[in-house]
DNA sequence: GGGCTTGATGCAACATTGTAGCATTAGGCT
DNA sequence: AGCCTAATGCTACAATGTTGCATCAAGCCC
């Protein structure tokens, strides 16, 4: 499956009242009622930490990797409720699988890039979704998505080097 | 599933080059090497008369209901064809399943809305998807998708009438 | 620390969406 | 009308996600 690795670094944040730097993903879980279990609390670490959305597959590979026992239909609960608690977000990259990133600001939203050669689905933090201007009357607009597609840098470098 | 009626009447289209309004769907298909068959031809006809993206699904259930003939896997082909020619396009959503609308100007480029209510997605034909502004170096945007979620009209009646 | 309650898990079974292989059919051409 | 092969129909399979239910363990009270 696609490797954990980000093609490009993020750029630096800064830390919000929703999320301070100091607030442990346990306390987070706890804060909001739920029980602190493996699963929970190595997916939230993850997906904080990542710098990147991780589809359900990547985070069960890494889970894996780190010798956290858990069941596929668990991690997909999982991925659920920290969605539902406001913890993590879940993005359409435009393929069938999910992905899934933690949320460190509650307000704050951004657009994507979705390699269409590798599959990677990058962070555009500077990128604003476009807001809902001239929209049909009485629709209400929730949120957007913008979602690039093309080739990531990573994927442009390859290809020089195979032809020079 | 879903019914094929569109909330909001769509906004008159010019006609262009690529698809001037007397082409039939028959000779779209022709023109480009393609046999015309009755899956083929049915299903371009209701994707060029359509207002908003249909899905796999609902496109089976309209064939169903024509009385036209067709095998699941035939139809996927079939809209696989269409996409690589040109002649239809291919939505996400945001759901799992993709959703394929008639390309009259293949140049032309709009958002959609995706009602998070009813599942139902119509096209924002007044609104282009942002251009690729402030991306990392490196990276080469193909394409832009940009999806509005939230309610759409049909369903903010629906909610008013249950609560007056 | 020990027991209780119930939220969370693990497992099996199922649903949806889409693909692959291959024999058969039928579209278009002569 | 007959031929060639693109397209179909069918079966089997893959990927992603969901549901039901018995079991386990996190957090709480003592
Ligand atoms: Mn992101
Ligand atoms: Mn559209
Ligand atoms: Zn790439
Ligand atoms: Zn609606």
């Known amino acids: 499956m696609a490797s954990l690795q980000t ?3 993020a750029p630096a944040r800064v830390p919000d009242d929703d999320a301070p730097r100091h607030t442990s993903a346990r306390e987070r879980i706890a804060a909001r009622g739920g029980r602190v279990t493996r699963t929970r609390l190595a997916v939230l670490e993850m997906l904080q930490h990542g710098t990147h959305p991780l589809s359900h597959d990547e985070i069960a ?3 894996a990797s780190a010798g956290i026992a858990h069941d596929r239909v668990t991690l ?4 659920d409720w920290l969605v539902e608690q406001g913890l993590a977000r879940r993005i359409a990259g435009g393929e069938r ?3 899934f990133e933690g949320v460190r600001d509650a307000g704050h939203r951004h657009a994507h890039f979705h390699c269409d050669r590798c599959g990677q689905v990058v962070c555009l ?3 604003q979704p476009a807001p809902a201007t001239a929209l049909p009357s009485g629709f209400q607009v929730e949120r957007a998505d913008l979602v690039l597609h093309g080739q990531c840098a990573a994927c442009g470098r ?3 080097e195979l032809r020079p």
Chains 1, 2 share one sequence.
């Open 7 to 9: 093609p490009y670094p």
């Open 97 to 99: 699988a999910w992905r």
């Open 61 to 63: 590979e890494a889970l």
């Open 158 to 160: 390859r290809d020089e």
């Open 125 to 127: 933090e500077g990128l």
């Open 76 to 79: 997909y609960r999982a991925l």
